[in-house]
């Protein structure tokens, strides 16, 4: 994992503080834009990029990452996979 880090200009504390997403050009986004990028991928669509950039959205999405990353312990999937399941890690 530290040789992707270092390879996209990230360190370890950079991944565990906000979701990052790489544009094709080698641009990084994180928090609220970065999930533009997830969902422009998972979407196949790159409308919500451009819907994102928009200074009263991007704004809107800064503050709502930021609530969610405050309490994304609240959230499931907080604990690791093999952390929560550790009789089922591994057993591909």
Known sequence: MAQQEARYG???VDCGKSAWGLTEDGHRESGG???TLIASALLQQRWTVTVGRLPGIRHALAFGYRIIAINRHHFPGDTPWCEANPGRCGTD
Do not use: N, P
Request: glycine share 16%; no cysteine.
């Open 10 to 12: 990230l360190e370890g």
């Open 33 to 35: 834009q970065a999930a």
